[in-house]
Nanobody, 115 residues
Framework: QVQLVESGGGLVQAGGSLRLSCAAS????????MGWYRQAPGKQREVVAT???????DYAESVKGRFTISRDSAKNTVYLQMNSLKPEDTAVYYC?????????WGQGTLVTVSS
């Protein structure tokens, strides 16, 4: 079992920055792929950024050049640095992790970007 706890959401003005954190805890052997998803009101959940076990990263087109995902494998923690935030980035952001082929989700953290 893996528990994911996100933190770092909040209210920020357009153009500002936020850093999200997601720590994995529990009784597990290893956590493989970790990533961030988001869900805006009335919309489907979408992938934002992913970091793979080998350190490779992937980003949604809408956040490329503005968001950076990073990972501290020793701490089983993944971060999402969000710069140049836009009102359309407003959403609940969810951390996702895969461990031994099982998918886990965090509870979500709300990011609100005001114009």
């Amino acid at each position: 079992q893996v528990q994911l706890v996100e933190s770092g959401g909040g209210l920020v003005q357009a153009g500002g920055s936020l850093r999200l954190s997601c720590a994995a805890s529990g009784n597990f052997v290893s956590v493989n792929t970790m990533g961030w998803y988001r869900q805006a009101p009335g919309k489907q959940r979408e992938v934002v950024a992913t970091v793979f076990n080998d350190g490779a990263t992937d980003y949604a087109e809408s956040v490329k050049g503005r968001f950076t995902i990073s990972r501290d494998s020793a701490k089983n923690t993944v971060y999402l640095q969000m710069n140049s935030l836009k009102p359309e980035d407003t959403a609940v952001y969810y951390c996702r992790a895969i461990s031994v082929g099982i998918l886990y989700w965090g509870q979500g953290t709300l990011v609100t970007v005001s114009s």
